[in-house]
């Protein structure tokens, strides 16, 4: 019980602060316990190389987007800044956090009933990642992609 709240409330905190040395330190915290407690943990991290892929280049892009602020670097018409670049550092954090709180709380089997029906779900959902790039190579309409996936999670379900 003592983990389930205590897993709650980093989580509660690291959704609503927006202080960088505090997300910081539950990325600290939550690398160590994954450490500890997360027998999965290689494999959780091999399911989600194409994940990193995607998330690394939305999190260029974002530090490309954000304008304001003192200017770091400047790369033809495009600007780094200070105030950019904390900006996408609070965003990385918090979803780095996110995925380590969720991987965590599926180590340790901490739902049951319903929510682990979720859990699985969402863990089959991450594994379909790379079938994105199917619909790329094979020039898929959406409506198309959209019903070879639900395919792919009613077969693993």
Do not use: C
Not at 76 to 85: A, E, K, P, V
Not at 90 to 119: C, E, M, P, V
Not at 129 to 137: A, G
């Amino acid at each position: 019980m003592l983990l389930k709240s205590s897993i709650f409330l980093i989580l509660l905190l690291t959704i609503l602060t927006s202080n960088i040395y505090i997300l910081i330190t539950v990325a600290g915290l939550m690398i160590l316990s994954n450490l500890l407690f997360n027998k999965t943990l290689k494999s959780s991290i091999k399911k989600m190389k194409y994940v990193f892929l995607l998330y690394f280049t939305t999190v260029l892009f974002q530090l490309f987007m954000i304008q304001e602020g003192e200017v770091i670097f400047k790369i033809y018409n495009y600007y780094i800044t200070w105030d950019g670049l904390i900006q996408v550092g609070i965003n990385f954090l918090r979803i780095f956090d996110i995925l380590l709180i969720s991987w965590l709380i599926n180590a340790q089997n901490i739902f049951t009933g319903r929510f682990k029906r979720y859990n699985e779900l969402i863990d089959i959902i991450i594994e379909l990642v790379p079938e994105v790039f199917v619909l790329f190579r094979k020039k898929m309409r959406f409506k198309l992609f959209f019903r070879h996936i639900l395919k792919q999670i009613e077969g693993k379900i």
